[in-house]
T-cell receptor, first 115, second 114 residues
Framework: KNQVEQSPQSLIILEGKNCTLQ??????????LRWYKQDTGRGPVSLTI?????NTKSNGRYTATLDADTKQSSLHITASQLSDSASYIC??????????????FGTGTRLLVSP | GAVVSQHPSWVICKSGTSVKIECRSL??????MFWYRQFPKQSLMLMAT?????????EQGVEKDKFLINHASLTLSTLTVTSAHPEDSSFYIC??????????FGQGTRLTVV
């Protein structure tokens, strides 16, 4: 069964600190993995996209890693800001035999950055 | 980045009425559009996948006669919640993509049925 699990479920950190969010998946065949940030009451916004051959990708203070062998990914946030408070969702994409893609969503990690 | 516009951003309707939500890709042609529902503090739940020009594929447990999806063009998909009831109140989000590319999400629509 295609699943994406994220941990922790929620996290509180002090402003300026770093944190790492985890994502484990069982999706196959794997196409790519994406991290999204979702503010409350808004649609998700893409942070990073990683294909099978990519191990790490950065977007400003966000750095994602991918280990396709162990089917694990992480999102590291550096020097957190209050505006980083949001839900972070790991999404794994696989290609169906129709040629269209299907997205499998993780349950998300709710991050609260405290002043 | 690509823009997906979803309208309206919020709507309140009476029980028994129908509500239409639009999802438009503004600067690219979307071969596939996805419709999601999200309950508070939960992740997005895929309702259906819509490919332009063909019937939508609904996820198990989603009533296709209640949630009507139309994807008539490469830039527009609509979700109509028919005979809405209070339990249909939720946050509905669309996303659009071309084959093998990133999925871009709309801003979401908060539906409240009273």
């Amino acid at each position: 069964k295609n699943q994406v699990e994220q941990s922790p479920q929620s996290l509180i950190i002090l402003e300026g600190k770093n944190c790492t969010l985890q994502c484990n998946y069982t999706v196959s065949p794997f196409s790519n993995l994406r991290w999204y940030k979702q503010d409350t009451g808004r649609g998700p916004v893409s942070l990073t996209i990683m294909t099978f051959s990519e191990n790490t990708k950065s977007n400003g203070r966000y750095t994602a890693t991918l280990d396709a062998d162990t089917k694990q990914s992480s999102l590291h946030i550096t020097a957190s800001q209050l505006s980083d408070s949001a839900s972070y969702i790991c999404v794994v994409i696989f290609m169906m035999n129709t040629g269209f893609q299907k997205l499998v969503f993780g349950t998300g990690t709710r991050l609260l950055v405290s002043p | 980045g690509a823009v997906v516009s979803q309208h309206p951003s919020w709507v309140i309707c009476k029980s028994g009425t129908s509500v239409k939500i639009e999802c438009r890709s503004l600067d690219f042609q979307a071969t596939t559009m996805f419709w999601y529902r999200q309950f508070p503090k939960q992740s997005l739940m895929l309702m259906a996948t819509s490919n332009e020009g063909s019937k939508a594929t609904y996820e198990q447990g989603v009533e296709k006669d209640k949630f009507l999806i139309n994807h008539a063009s490469l830039t527009l998909s609509t979700l109509t919640v028919t005979s809405a009831h209070p339990e249909d109140s939720s946050f509905y989000i669309c996303s659009a993509s071309t084959t093998n590319t990133e999925a871009f999400f709309g801003q979401g629509t908060r539906l409240t049925v009273v």
